[in-house]
């Protein structure tokens, strides 16, 4: 007998959203997590705390932030039951109808999407912060100047009272205005995966294994239907295998894309076409230092959440600017980015040394606690403007395994999106003048690599078929009954806007048409 109906591995927009509709649909789902379960008392609360906060599967499996070096870039993602909505920015944009006019399945377009947008709001109920706070009246005052006007985001937050969630039935405090959205809330005002969608499915008979690794996908013997996963347990240590005719992969981008890399020769139907159309979705960051304009000053972008309004560039060069902020005794994290002296000694080298070995092909390495600690900041964030920049860059990016050591690695140029950078650099810069501050752009100024990106796609993009993608517009991988993918992996382009709406309304979408075939005839 096999043990569930269906594995999803991963908790995130993908995989929260995929257990959530097959528990509702009366599957049994098992849900393996590789981090653990995050309370609101849990996250970090001082600086010092943050580099202990980085996750590493054996000397941190309880971290929150999953830092990875590779040879070209740097990734940056989270580990927790609830995935990447335990700390991004809360924006819910739906990607602009041109987006997917090339490059995409035939079936996936915006009015295909639209209605799944639609349901995602259900749980991630967004709205726009009813109130004008110092940072949004700044950052609007400084778009003006820049002949932009600000447009306020909608946020995956709760504003109003504390409350049961009226999806989940969660408890839920109201927003601080904290600006700790990217490191946590610690009043669960946000409307993350872990108390709406996985909340639902663990109600509805879910079972959620924290700590758990999948490692090992191995397809159906001839004449079976059950595909076996291997996992090791990072809290208790120790090794096992569950079986179910389904598998949903939704470990991100990088998790999803690393695991059938790493179990190709296994699988052995796989498409040419793992591995490619990585894009870091034009991540970048700028800032407005010590603005002097009467209309821009004292932003305090230390209160509210962390984003709250954007400048839209799309149609000009093909990007989005939004306004940024960090908690003041956390301007360190920015000081780090700066490069201003904040590694020292020893980690210094350690870290150099780290680049080398990613160099020489011993790449996908987690960066640690023993390699960052930042000095405090030499000034107040609070006073200054930060813009969090996205851009429908080039994904011409390839994961794949280093030829001799068989490590997972990134290969990826900015020259084929030069153009982008280059607008986003001037924008920026254009905006700093404007308002009498000292200007600053961050792409090849960290420490780590010459890119890091908080927003991965691709390296399983769907198509509509196995010479072009690893899945199709469902997400079922091309020719391997059973076996699904949901999440940014899937993603074939670059957005311009922040992901995770799409990858929640394309999760809605693949999970619905995957009970809707009863998954190919499997259950």
Known sequence: ??????????????????????????????????????????????????????????LNPRGLFDLRLMKDLSVLTAAGVGGGSLVYANVQLRAPAEVFMRG?????????????????????????????????????????????????????????????????????????????????????????VDITYVKRAEDRGAEVRPYHEAQQLDPPPDGEWLWRVGYRDLERG???????????????????????????????????????????????LGAAFDPRASDVGDPHTDFGPSMTSRLDYTREYGFM???????????????????????????????????????????????????????PPQRPIAESLVFLMLGREAAEGQMRLTPLFKCFDIRWSRKPSEGLFSAMRDVSEEIARRVDAEPF?????????????????????????????????AGKVHDCAGLYVLDGSTVPTALGVNPSKTIAALAERGVE???????????
Request: glycine share 12%.
């Open 238 to 284: 120790g090794e096992g295998v569950l079986s179910a005719p389904v598998v949903v992969l939704a470990a991100g981008c990088l998790g999803s894309s690393r695991l059938l890399l790493k179990n190709r020769d296994r699988i052995g139907t796989l498409s040419p076409a793992l591995g490619s159309r990585f894009s870091g979705n034009g991540d970048a």
């Open 321 to 375: 600017l939004a306004d940024g902020g960090l908690p003041t005794r956390f301007g360190g994290l920015l000081e780090i980015v700066r490069m201003v002296d904040s590694l020292h000694g020893w980690r210094r080298l350690r870290l150099r040394a780290e680049r080398l070995l990613a160099a020489l092909g011993l790449s996908d390495r987690s960066i640690t606690d023993r390699h960052l600690r930042a000095q």
């Open 513 to 523: 048409k995957m009970i809707d075939n009863r998954a190919g005839g499997l259950w």
């Open 441 to 473: 752009f961050a792409l090849d100024t960290w420490p780590l690599s010459g890119f890091i990106t908080v927003h991965p796609l691709g390296g399983c993009p769907m198509a509509d078929d196995s010479a072009a993608g690893v899945v199709d517009d």
């Open 104 to 192: 995409w399945p035939r079936a996936i377009t915006r009015a295909e999407l639209d209605p799944y947008y639609t349901r995602t709001e259900e749980a991630l109920m967004p709205v726009e912060v009813p109130e004008e706070l110092p940072k949004m009246r700044a950052f609007a005052a400084a778009g003006r100047k820049a002949g932009k006007d600000a447009e306020r985001l909608p946020l995956a937050v709760n504003f109003k009272d504390e409350r049961h969630h009226p999806f989940s039935g969660a408890h839920q405090g109201a927003c601080e205005n904290l600006g700790r959205c990217d490191l946590g809330c610690p009043v669960h005002a946000k409307n993350t």
């Open 1 to 58: 007998m096999t043990d569930y109906d269906a594995i999803v591995v991963g908790s995130g927009f993908g995989g929260g959203i995929a257990a959530c509709r097959l528990a509702e649909a009366g599957r049994r789902v098992v849900v393996l997590e590789r981090g653990r379960r995050w309370g609101k008392d849990d996250f970090p609360e001082k600086p010092e705390q943050t580099p202990d906060a980085l996750w590493h599967p054996t």
